[in-house]
């Protein structure tokens, strides 16, 4: 079944073509003229459009344009009752997959229809391919633990679809680092990924973040502002310590979810988004939600896949991973040629007390690179100088 849409100035043209579709099982939506299809396509992610190319205003070369110039990844199947070669040329050079004419011909239209959607299955197939062996190459995530390689393979087998997903964890554990590698084995890697931090941000400004605001929505909305949900269209959003997210904003969340449609504070327009949320947070939702202070029924729709990241005192033969993942990555940054840590300055390292996790773990890094003297190893006293750590 594919998200189809049709733009065609004759009423009759739309009717048929729509019939003919919904018939075959399809969603199709229909636009009257060309900067009406234009907002459709740039509000809603569409597999295949049929576009008509005489139309009054904006004619379908014009929208091929602006389906550029916006980033539309749809397939584009031109139609029109005046074809000739060289329209036909001008159009597929323009980016239109496909030309047909009128009178349409049943036939033609699901043959088209269907080259147009079995090439773009094998391109999104081709591209999970292609992610996953490089994911498996060079993963992001550093540690060869239980822990992590059991939260790799979770990423590995979600990542491909378009499920929700709430990482928990403490503060400094890498939970947008989870965020990050889902968003970048999906389907989605070329989308973008927007980033909300709901702690940082005050409650009576969190929903003009996330939602946007319409010009003079309030006293200082002095234009129209596009909020997170849109900006994220056809990638995904990461709501990162979401149970600090206020109560209305949390209702307002719901509903794009169910929906899968915004409206801007201040505006009464419902706006399609298309956006995969991934969620996280270093609070106990099931305690937030006894205490009222958190939504069941947003915790249902966010927690779809669970995935809880490890403190690192919980996965301490990952340490001397991440010591010479951090000594490399802080010398090339800082310029500095510390060329290794001696053993036993590592082992105090891994039997340290990490309540700052991984967070804390790389600032002592970056401590000890700044401490030890260029050609020579970190040494067990520049630790014991240095780290702060006491070993448990």
């Known amino acids: 079944m594919a998200q189809i849409l049709i733009i065609d100035d004759e009423a009759a043209i739309r009717s048929a073509l729509r019939e003919i579709l919904e018939y075959e099982g399809h969603r199709v939506v229909d636009e009257?003229?060309?900067?009406?299809?234009?907002?459709?396509?740039?509000?809603?992610?569409?597999?295949?459009?049929?576009?008509?190319?005489?139309?009054?205003?904006?004619?379908?070369?014009?929208?091929?344009?602006?389906?550029?110039?916006?980033?539309?990844?749809?397939?584009?199947?031109?139609?029109?009752?005046?074809?000739?070669?060289?329209?036909?040329?001008?159009?597929?050079?323009?980016?239109?997959?496909?030309?047909?004419?009128?009178?349409?011909?049943?036939?033609?239209?699901?043959?088209?229809?269907?080259?147009?959607?079995?090439?773009?299955?094998?391109?999104?197939?081709?591209?999970?391919?292609?992610?996953?062996?490089?994911?498996?190459?060079?993963?992001?995530?550093?540690?060869?633990?239980?822990?992590?390689r059991r939260i790799k393979d979770m990423i590995t087998t979600v990542a491909p679809t378009d499920a929700r997903v709430l990482i928990t964890g403490s503060n400094g554990v890498g939970k947008e680092l989870v965020a990050r590698s889902i968003h970048d084995q999906s389907t989605r890697q070329e989308g973008p990924f927007v980033e909300v931090n709901c702690a940082a941000i005050p409650n009576e400004l969190i929903e003009s973040e996330l939602f946007g605001h319409e010009k003079g929505a309030f006293t200082s909305a002095m234009k129209m502002r596009t909020g997170k949900f849109e900006l994220a269209h056809g990638g995904t959003l990461f709501l990162d310590e979401i149970g600090d997210m206020s109560a209305d904003a949390q209702a307002k969340v719901l509903r794009a979810l169910?929906?899968?449609?915004?409206?801007?504070?201040?505006?009464?327009?419902?706006?399609?988004?298309?956006?995969?949320v991934v969620a996280a947070t270093n609070k106990n939702l099931r305690q937030e939600m006894d205490s009222g202070q958190f939504r069941e029924d947003l915790y249902h729709r966010l927690a779809v896949i669970p995935i809880e990241v490890p403190d690192l005192n919980n996965r301490r033969t990952d340490i001397p991973l991440l010591v010479h993942h951090f000594l490399q990555l802080i010398c090339k940054k800082s310029d500095r040629n510390v060329t290794a840590i001696q053993p036993d300055a590592l082992a105090l390292l891994q039997s340290a007390n990490w309540t700052g996790n991984i967070r804390e773990l790389r600032n002592v890094v970056e401590r000890l690179v700044i401490f030890t003297r260029p050609e020579e190893d970190i040494s067990l006293d520049i630790v014991q100088q240095y780290s702060g750590m006491e070993a448990t």
């Open 258 to 276: 169910q929906e899968n449609r915004i409206q801007r504070v201040g505006g009464d327009k419902d706006i399609e988004v298309d956006v995969r």
């Open 32 to 148: 009257p003229d060309g900067a009406a299809g234009v907002r459709a396509a740039t509000r809603k992610r569409f597999d295949v459009i049929f576009c008509d190319i005489k139309m009054p205003r904006m004619d379908g070369m014009d929208v091929l344009d602006m389906f550029k110039e916006k980033g539309v990844k749809a397939r584009v199947i031109m139609i029109s009752g005046h074809a000739t070669v060289s329209t036909a040329v001008e159009a597929l050079k323009k980016g239109a997959f496909d030309f047909v004419e009128k009178p349409l011909d049943l036939n033609r239209i699901l043959a088209t229809l269907k080259h147009a959607t079995t090439v773009q299955e094998l391109e999104q197939e081709t591209k999970r391919l292609t992610t996953a062996l490089h994911h498996q190459k060079q993963s992001p995530i550093i540690g060869e633990s239980e822990e992590i």
